[in-house]
């Protein structure tokens, strides 16, 4: 059983189109995470959900839009994909949130997505 | 905000020798998660650290939190091709998002 899995793995697309990324995790954990690695390797957050609710949304362009429908999924659309978009994206999950109570995170093995 | 700077990017060893990465934090920390990431994988969790001064060892892996918790450093005793990736540290402080460092990439020449 994998612990976070996210759909589909790989996304080959043209500029201007929509595309969406789905992610569950089984493990029971009450905050999920979006995090873009580009070629450099950086990972940054995007967006963290806690029990379904946004708690972290950092300057990403409105062009992206999470959903969380219930505390064991978290999908990310993106309209009018640009080719700076191409990027390996990682959901993640944790137990906690952060500070002194900064939960372990378990990534999902990541969707490549490259915009044409 | 926080910021958690790594050094150095990449690190190229031959087989057999020592290796290690650093990460430094602008504010005082919390705690520090370190990761690992195979070529072509996801991030993985090794460890975290909590206390000041605080040193964990898993088999070759040495992990250091500083005296202040500004600082912290993973070593590599003995690289072997298995150690191949790139090495994450993440900062967690305060009210602060836990940001990661940018990642050490570790290539070992056998």
């Known amino acids: 059983d994998t612990a976070v899995s996210q759909t589909p793995k790989y996304l080959v697309t043209q500029m201007g189109n929509d595309k969406s990324i789905k992610c569950e995790q089984n493990?029971?954990?009450?905050?999920m995470y979006w995090y873009k690695q580009d070629s450099k390797k950086f990972l940054k957050i995007m967006f963290s959900?806690?029990?379904?609710?946004?708690?972290i949304n950092e300057t990403v362009p409105n062009r992206f839009s999470p959903k969380s429908p219930d505390k064991a999924h978290l999908n990310l659309h993106i309209n009018s994909l640009e080719l700076g978009d191409s990027a390996v994206y990682f959901c993640?999950?944790?137990?906690?949130?952060?500070?002194?109570?900064?939960?372990?995170?378990?990534f999902g093995e990541g969707s490549r997505l490259t915009v044409l | 905000g926080q910021q958690v700077m790594q050094i150095p990017q990449y690190q190229h060893v031959q087989e057999g020798e020592d290796f290690t990465t650093y990460c430094n934090s602008s504010?005082?920390?919390?705690?520090i998660q370190w990761y690992k990431q195979r070529p072509g994988g996801h991030p993985v969790f090794l460890i975290q650290?909590?206390?000041?001064?605080e040193v964990k060892k898993q088999k070759r892996l040495t992990f250091q939190f500083g005296e202040a918790k500004k600082n912290s450093s993973l070593h590599i005793t003995a690289t072997q091709t298995t150690d191949v990736g790139t090495y994450f540290c993440?900062?967690?402080?305060?009210?602060?998002?836990?940001?990661f460092g940018r990642g050490t990439s570790l290539i070992v020449h056998p």
């Open positions: 993640a999950s944790s137990q906690g949130g952060w500070g002194a109570d900064t939960g372990e995170l378990f």
């Open positions: 493990l029971g954990h009450d905050t």
């Open positions: 504010t005082t920390l919390s705690n």
């Open positions: 959900y806690n029990n379904k609710e946004l708690i």
């Open positions: 993440r900062g967690s402080g305060g009210s602060y998002i836990p940001t």
């Open positions: 650290l909590v206390k000041s001064g």
